[in-house]
């Protein structure tokens, strides 16, 4: 099993391009969801989702956009990037929602709007 | 939302010293999970606790969950090099069911 995969590891936009981040999982797992993480400031939660066609927002939502057509996939867009966004953006998945399971979490993807 | 509070947000020590990270919440928690992030990498999981007075060991961590069910400490004996990394508490509360994760603690050991 490769577990989570993101794809790209590396990313470099100017402000006003637009771009989609990638997230599969092969474990079937319910739960994606996805981080930002920033210095200092933890794990940051953008966007998750508790099944295929459900997506809900968390703390951080604006500016990004997700979508959940397969429990594979949990694609993250950036509709029109700002240095702001600038940061990793770790995805991750459970079994299930909630914390009774372990939370996977993809290499990351590292972003810099210029 | 629920906040957990995570301190120290930096910690520094020469190898072979103790460390520990504590987690803090205002409200009761139902489970509590703890990972750790090297540098570069991304979180993984440690441990989770669940019931009130919980310890539990991984070799030289030992994991607390306090009696009230509000707070949480990670504690490692003689650390080493490779302990260096961030470690991070996720927390759940009663009633919500998307985790929150701490700002984490950033061990730094020097040899």
């Known amino acids: 099993n490769a577990g989570v995969t993101q794809t790209p590891k590396f990313q470099v936009l100017k402000t006003g391009q637009s771009m989609t981040l990638q997230c599969a999982q092969d474990m079937n797992h319910e739960y994606m969801s996805w981080y930002r993480q920033d210095p200092g400031m933890g794990l940051r939660l953008i966007h998750y989702?508790?099944?295929?066609?459900?997506?809900d927002q968390g703390e951080v939502p604006n500016g990004y956009n997700v979508s959940r057509s397969t429990t594979e996939d949990f694609p993250l867009r950036l509709l029109s990037a700002a240095p702001s966004q600038t940061s990793v953006y770790f995805c991750?998945?459970?079994?299930?929602?909630?914390?009774?399971?372990?939370?996977?979490f993809g290499d990351g993807t590292r972003l810099s709007i210029l | 939302g629920q906040q957990v509070m995570q301190i120290p947000q930096y910690q520094h020590v020469q190898e072979g010293e103790d460390f520990t990270t504590y987690c803090n919440s205002s409200t009761t928690l139902s489970n509590i999970q703890w990972y750790k992030q090297r540098p570069g990498g991304h979180p993984v999981f440690l441990i989770q606790?669940?019931?009130?007075?919980e310890v539990k060991k991984q070799k030289r961590l030992t994991f607390q969950f306090g009696e009230a069910k509000k707070n949480s400490s990670l504690h490692i004996t003689a650390t080493q090099t490779t302990d260096v990394g961030t470690y991070f508490c996720a927390a759940l509360s009663g009633g919500s069911y998307i985790p929150t994760f701490g700002r984490g603690t950033s061990l730094i050991v020097h040899p």
């Open positions: 989702s508790v099944g295929a066609g459900i997506t």
């Open positions: 606790l669940v019931k009130s007075g």
């Open positions: 991750a998945s459970s079994p299930e929602r909630g914390l009774n399971q372990p939370q996977h």
